[in-house]
């Protein structure tokens, strides 16, 4: 069975960073790319980030583009979201995800959701103005 567990969220001002982890178990982990994902408050889910199964590739949604950093390390099933220079609006909770289509070389557009099967719970990222 596959667990994603995420882990790293709180409170922060505006301008702080936080780091977040994903540790995955029950699958190859390192064949799959991993995405997060984030949910607001009466909003829906919208892409993050996302990192090829090698680690060589990575996409970003324009709105955390330059702030946000995802990295793997498949030596420990873990994908890490380095965000720093945070925002109110990046208040949410962040939702790590494995795609569901193993050996995927790269991502040319902001994936949707349905591309992947295996979900986390979801840790709270909140950034006080």
């Known amino acids: 069975q596959v667990q994603l567990v995420e882990s790293g969220g709180g409170l922060v001002q505006a301008g702080g960073s936080l780091r977040l982890s994903c540790a995955a178990s029950g699958l190859p982990f390192s064949t799959y790319g991993m995405g997060w994902f984030r949910q607001a408050p009466g909003k829906e889910r919208e892409f993050v980030a996302v990192?090829?199964?090698?680690?060589?590739?990575?996409l970003y949604a324009d709105s955390v583009k330059g702030r946000f950093t995802i990295s793997r390390d498949n030596a420990k099933d873990t994908v890490i979201l380095q965000m720093n220079s945070l925002k109110p609006e990046d208040t949410a909770v962040y939702y790590c995800a494995a795609d569901k289509s193993r050996y995927r070389f790269s991502y040319y557009r902001d994936p949707p959701a349905t591309d992947f099967a295996s979900w986390g719970q979801g840790t709270q990222v909140t950034v006080s103005s």
């Open positions: 990192i090829t199964w090698r680690g060589d590739n990575t």
